[in-house]
């Protein structure tokens, strides 16, 4: 069974950081694009960060680029984003997803739970 | 950026009804277009992808259509459980893009 669990979210300070993570199981993680998607309060969903299976290439929504770092660790079949300089426009769930397997692994076929990030002073 | 609007916001519909769902790209995205669901409380779940291919598990009762820039789900013999938010998503362009939802309400 495919799991995914989200992890580190909580509430910070305005510019300030975390680091979340995602951990795989139930599939060979270093086979698939991994992706971070938020939901901003209400409903909107927002794509923000996608990475190859390697790790070798890394995407960003644009405002997102130099204040959010996405990777991943096949050792640990756990996914990351690190988010610097939080911004009240920052709070939302982050959802963990993997790519699928068609569609050039820019659809997503299984969703964690997610975890959600509030940035309030 | 490809921008998707989804149509009506809100659908309020009975048990058995059929939901016809709209999503119109602001350019054509060809087949490349996924839907989800979300349940209240749950994560997404992946529908439809290629704009009319089932995801593993779900019922033939919801059917994709639609190709360029126009595109629509259908929920057909609705049911309690298919309650919630409907979403969306392509994958023709960088940044890949959602619509704002429809709801759905039964």
């Known amino acids: 069974e495919v799991q995914l669990v989200e992890s580190g979210g909580g509430l910070i300070q305005p510019g300030g950081s975390l680091r979340l993570s995602c951990v795989s199981s139930?599939?060979?993680?270093?086979?698939?694009?991994m992706h971070w998607v938020r939901q901003v309060p209400g409903r909107r969903l927002e794509w923000v960060s996608t990475?190859?299976?390697?790790?070798?290439?890394?995407?960003?929504e644009d405002s997102l680029k130099g204040r959010f770092t996405i990777s991943r660790d096949s050792s640990r079949s756990t996914l990351y984003l690190q988010m610097d300089t939080l911004t009240a426009e920052d709070t939302a769930v982050y959802f963990c997803?993997?790519?699928?397997?068609f569609g050039g692994g820019e659809y997503f076929d299984y969703w964690g739970q997610g975890t959600l990030v509030t940035v309030s002073s | 950026e490809i921008v998707l609007t989804q149509s009506p916001a809100t659908l309020s519909l009975s048990p058995g009804e059929t939901a016809t769902l709209s999503c119109r790209a602001s350019?054509?995205?060809?087949?490349?277009l996924a839907w989800y669901q979300q349940r209240p409380g749950q994560s997404p779940r992946l529908l439809i992808y290629?704009?009319?291919k089932r995801a593993t598990g779900i019922p033939a009762r919801f059917s994709g259509s639609g190709s360029g820039a126009d595109f629509t789900l259908t929920v057909s013999s609705l049911e309690p459980e298919d309650l919630g938010l409907y979403f969306c998503?392509?994958?023709?362009?960088?940044?890949?893009?959602f619509g704002g939802g429809t709801k759905v309400e039964i």
């Open positions: 290629d704009a009319s």
């Open positions: 139930g599939f060979n993680f270093d086979t698939y694009a």
């Open positions: 350019q054509g995205v060809g087949s490349h």
């Open positions: 990475i190859n299976p390697t790790g070798g290439a890394t995407y960003y």
């Open positions: 998503q392509q994958r023709r362009n960088w940044p890949l893009t």
């Open positions: 997803a993997r790519g699928s397997s």
